[in-house]
């Protein structure tokens, strides 16, 4: 029953990462670039959340502005920080990448001071199948990183601004040749991405309602992990690594010699993976032209 | 390594720095400093040994390292619990000091091997985040330590050093580091490491050993970092391990970045004037107004990184150039070259030019028949 339990919950954390990796991996894979300020854009999300649950109280019109405003957000920040680089040397873009992330994180100290706040979405109960038992929000985070990872897949395979996204991740100079307009499939990128950081902001909130102004470096980091694990650059290994990575956690936790090392233990799987095998389990090889 | 054909001027910045210590030696030993003057003195030497040595890896190597903090927590704990442990025979004298930061520093520089190795493999972003990962790795080790070993969440106590010793102890150890990096950036290794920066695949083509150089890079940096993480340990008698973490480092970049990359005299400046104006400003910004100073580091990052690498912004760099604004005002025309000190007729060579040029090769009673080859045994 315990396996059960911290299968499912692995599977739901799993489903979290999955969403901010894929964020991850689609910027890489298409501006080729590591967008460090991705899990300050979940943090954000948080804080929209938190604003607009104490404004109106309704969960549904709070996660839909979080949404909309991070999306905002993160097309801003690529068209204000990333866009100038376009070309410079990629040291220069990850300090500015860096230089975005401590921005958000201090502009939120600013406004909301750096004590925790409680957010109080919604009770949602617990589900008991015999002598099983299962938060709901944990279900209703599978469900949603399902249900995402199945649109995107779609998304990516059967529409035209899908299609134009595989092919600039693939290759830039080809596109733009076949006269799509790459700036637009970059902003579109980063929407997907942002939007995506802002559900997962919504279900670590579910998961516990407290909100800091560092809530999204650590899953930030940690779904990069995921997002290397599967393959840096590529829609499923994001899925797969994300799903992976939460379940190690999950079993992790559930030791307890090993439970307050679990984040250790998760940049070691990184270095190691780094060191072994760089480009993930489904990564494709990259190789350099001199 | 030969002083000869080093000119004075590359050591510029170490002899201002030299005289500003010896200054205030002078001057504590006479009138006497106050306790915050030789604090902030401390924090500034420990800021620019930090901020050197950082600019060694970023700067010159090119790779991005987001784990100072942690080489510098790693040389506080470690030198600050030798410190506790000999300082119960030798009491408490410089050489508790020095052996402290000899050891606070290798085992720094053994960390710094271990990141080192990755970066072999790494590209620069995947680097920069196991270099962050380790920091946290670090912090989060030191904190769940026992309260016997490390001190645990509570923080290490380390030995009360005389304060008025300890800068001149630390300015000391920051001219050794001047010295070191500059010397070794105006030699062979170091136009080795930069070369690495430009183009690590033409650097290895034209025989130049990557790894060696790449763990040089690393090694030298995290031993210093480790130094500088001693002397903060003795500045401070209680070390706490969060205040090593990524926000540390991204504040060393900041002064790194600021400085100008690749530039010493300018992490030095920098290093300076932003530990200056943190400790100023603490005391007039309190609570929240004191996270306006991040907010405002993390502008300048973001602004002098954009101005300073944007392609699209090249022409505007042009018009606004420093040194071509310089030139105009000293009326001076960029195209003349400068003559060099170099006295290029006194270059040692082991070629006797003089006598090869002295060869009458018009003479034609020299013997060049080559038709007729000689056959062994003819």
Redesign the interface.
Known sequence: MEIITTLINGLSIGGIYAMIALGYTMV?GIAK??NFAHGDIIMVGGYTIYVFMNMTGHPLIAVAVAVVFCVLLGITIEKV?YK?????????V???A???S??L???A??VF??APKMVKIADMGVLKIGSLKIQNYTLLTLACSIVVMIALTLFVKFTKIGRAMLATSEDKAATQLMGIDVNNVITVTFAIGSALAALAGLFYLLKAPSISNTFG?MPG?KA?TAA?IGGIGSIPGAMLGGILLGIVECISYKIPAIA??T??IE??I??VI??VK?TGILGKRRS?K? | MSLKNKSLKYYYSTIIVAAFGLLSVILSMTIGLEKSTIYLLEKIVIAVILAVSLNLV?GFL???S?GHAGFMCVGAYLGGKFAVIISSSLGNSALTLILSMLVGGTVAALCGILIGL?AL??????L???T???G??VK??FQ?TSRESFGGALGLETPRYNKDELFIYAFAVLIITLLVVQNLMNSKHGRAITSIRDNE?AARATGINVTKYKLMAFIISSFFAGVAGVLYSFSNYNIQSSKFG?NYS?EI?VMV?LGG?GSINGSIIAATLITFINTEFATILTG?LA??Q??L???I??VI??Y??????SAFREKYDIKKLFDKFKKRDPSIIKEDKANWNNIPTKIPMDELLSVDVSNNDQNLDFDETDKGGK
């Open positions: 890489y670039m590591l920080a100038p680089l376009r070309g410079a040397s990629p040291l220069a990850l300090i500015t860096i230089g975005v401590y921005l994180q201090s502009l100290q600013i001071g750096s470096s980091i990069f290397v307050a090392y984040d250790a940049f070691l990184l270095i780094l060191l760089p350099e001199v | 970023v090119g790779e991005l987001l990755p493999r790494l590209k620069g972003d995947y920069a985040i196991v962050l990962g380790f946290e790795i989060s080790i769940n695949i990524y991204i970049l970045v990359i929240n996270v306006l991040n907010l580091y993390a502008i990052l973001i990184v954009i300073g690498n944007s392609p699209a912004l």
